[in-house]
Every structure is written in structure tokens, then in C-alpha cells.
């Protein structure tokens, strides 16, 4: 067993090169126009060229994972996200199209802009969702709504693309799920968790936290409640803060142990197999990059 603060290295590492690999989905042109055929509204325009996702195709695409739920319990999954962003938004895709169909959308998107950039069959595919099988198969569906049901739609495919995306994916919703389940036991809700990670990866307030659609009266107010806990002073950190934000990615990581025990001595080649893909990646403008890219201790 690894000891925590090793742990928390290789576990944010790990999941900073996968990032681009996996998080590309939301952002490739493919998975865009898949969405458009079945009556989603295009890309609204490109950041750093980068094509950004529309809102209800995001949303409701990446709800599909669950299968057939309703918006509330998509909201609920996401849980950063402010539900009044959220509950339209699938209520609106369950409309357009059902979740066999948009998941189908989604997973050929993502693999369709992965051989588009890296090729059919870059070295190290068959190596690299050899190594991700063996980290998702120790990890348990208990609480993390994003993995079982990932896990649950596990088809075993064929193509070597489409097996790399879905265990990447399912490692990725995995550690989602848990850091959402770390913050909630922290007693925190997801207005104030937006703020504490701004300031802890070293953002501008109200800058990434915006883009999940709260307003600045909910954020004043998580401000207030941060800073009547001690946590925040004016627009930074108190050390119980830091403290208490790195314990919340501390408590993450270590819901990851499962998984970075299972694949101890193939990790460093994992992570050397794709790093290169995400460079690559996001230099084709297909990932915008993220909080993991600004992660500490990693």
C-alpha cells in the first residue's frame, strides 16, 4: 500500500495526463456534429481554438452515462453545476433524442477526434487499455452514480479506440464521483467548493467556478458562509482553508488507492504512453486544458 503523500502524486498525475485523453470529448468537432444531427444546437464558437460544447448536448450527453434518468438526477451527479442550468438542459435533450442513442454519439465522437489526431493505432493503445483495465477493476460502483454507469454500459468493444476511451472514462467519472463525495462529507456545497478551488489552483474568483452557472448573489453569499467558517479572508485563503481544500483532495486521492495499487508497476508506463497523446492533443485544439493541468503536489 502506498503511503498518502506518494499516493496523492501518482493519483494526480495519472489522472492530469489522462485529462486531455478523455476530456477531449467534450470539445471534439466529431462529438459536435454527431450532436447536431440529432437536433443539438452546433458548437457556439471556439476558445484558443478549441470548439466549446453546447450546453444541453454537454449535459445531456454526459448524462446519458446513467442511462434514461431524469434531470435531476443528472444535476444531482454533476453537482458543481447549478440545477437550473442543468434540469432544462436534459429535459430539453430527452426531447431530441434517448440515452442509447446519445451515448452511442458520444463515444464515436470521442473516438472518431482520437484517430482523427493520433492515428488508427498509435504504439502503445493496446498496451495502454490493458493497464486501464486493471486500475478500473479493483474500484467499486458504491456512491459514484458517473462510473456504475459507465461500468454498467461496458460492451467490451472491439475497436481499440472506443476500449481506451470507455476505461479512460470510467477512471476519469471514478475520481469525479469521488471528489464529489469528499467535498460533500467535508460539509461544503458546490458554490463554496467552486471558490476554495479557484483560490487553490490558483485562478481568478468567479472565473472557472462561472462557467457552472451560478450567479454572483449565490457566490457572495458562499463567500460570506467560507468566511464565517474561517476559511476565506477577503478574497483569499486562511491556512485553515488550504489546509481544509488540500484534506478534500487528500480524501479524493486516497478513494483512488484501489486502482494505483492494481497497476503499481505498470503506472510510470502509462503515464509515459500517454502523455504524448495529450500533447498532441492540445495542439490539434481538440482540449482547452483544466484545473488538474494547476493541481498542487503533483
Do not use: K
Not at 430539453?92 to 452511442?104: C, E, H, K, P, Q
Not at 460533500?184 to 471558490?195: K, Q, W
Not at 504512453?273 to 503536489?297: C, K, Q
Request: proline residues 5%; glycine residues 10%; aromatic residues 10%.
Amino acid at each position: 500500500m502506498t503511503d498518502s503523500s506518494h499516493l496523492s502524486v501518482q493519483a494526480r498525475t495519472l489522472a492530469a495526463h489522462l485529462e486531455p485523453c478523455i476530456g477531449q470529448v467534450y470539445f471534439a468537432p466529431e462529438a459536435h456534429a454527431h450532436y447536431a444531427a440529432l437536433g443539438f444546437a452546433a458548437s457556439p464558437g471556439q476558445v484558443n481554438g478549441v470548439a466549446m460544447p453546447d450546453g444541453p448536448a454537454y449535459f445531456t450527453s454526459r448524462g446519458s452515462l446513467m442511462g434514461q434518468v431524469a434531470p435531476h438526477v443528472v444535476a444531482a451527479a454533476f453537482a458543481v453545476f447549478n440545477p437550473a442550468a442543468v434540469v432544462p438542459s436534459v429535459a430539453y435533450g430527452w426531447s431530441l433524442t434517448d440515452a442509447a442513442t446519445i451515448f452511442g454519439a458520444r463515444r464515436r465522437g470521442a473516438t472518431d477526434q482520437l484517430r482523427r489526431i493520433l492515428g488508427a493505432a498509435p504504439e502503445g493503445l493496446e498496451r495502454a487499455s490493458t493497464i486501464l483495465e486493471r486500475a478500473v477493476a479493483p474500484l467499486r460502483e458504491e456512491g459514484r452514480p458517473l462510473f456504475a454507469g459507465l461500468r454498467a454500459q461496458w460492451d467490451d468493444p472491439g475497436d481499440r479506440w472506443e476500449r481506451f476511451f470507455h476505461l479512460g472514462d470510467m477512471l476519469r467519472e471514478y475520481r469525479g464521483d469521488s471528489h464529489t463525495a469528499a467535498w460533500i462529507s467535508a460539509g461544503i456545497d458546490a458554490t463554496e467548493v467552486g471558490l476554495l478551488t479557484e483560490l487553490y489552483i490558483g485562478l481568478p474568483l468567479r472565473t472557472y467556478s462561472r462557467t457552472r452557472a451560478w450567479s454572483d448573489d449565490q457566490f457572495d453569499a458562499a463567500t460570506e458562509r467560507l468566511e464565517q467558517r474561517g476559511w476565506m479572508r477577503g478574497d483569499s485563503f486562511t491556512e485553515l482553508g488550504r489546509n481544509e481544500r488540500e484534506a478534500i483532495e487528500r480524501n479524493t486521492d486516497q478513494q483512488l488507492q484501489p486502482a494505483i495499487d492494481a497497476i503499481a508497476e505498470q503506472l510510470d508506463e502509462l503515464v509515459t504512453i500517454i502523455e504524448s497523446w495529450g500533447a498532441a492533443i492540445r495542439a490539434a485544439g481538440g482540449y482547452v486544458g483544466g484545473a488538474g493541468d494547476l493541481w498542487p503536489n503533483r
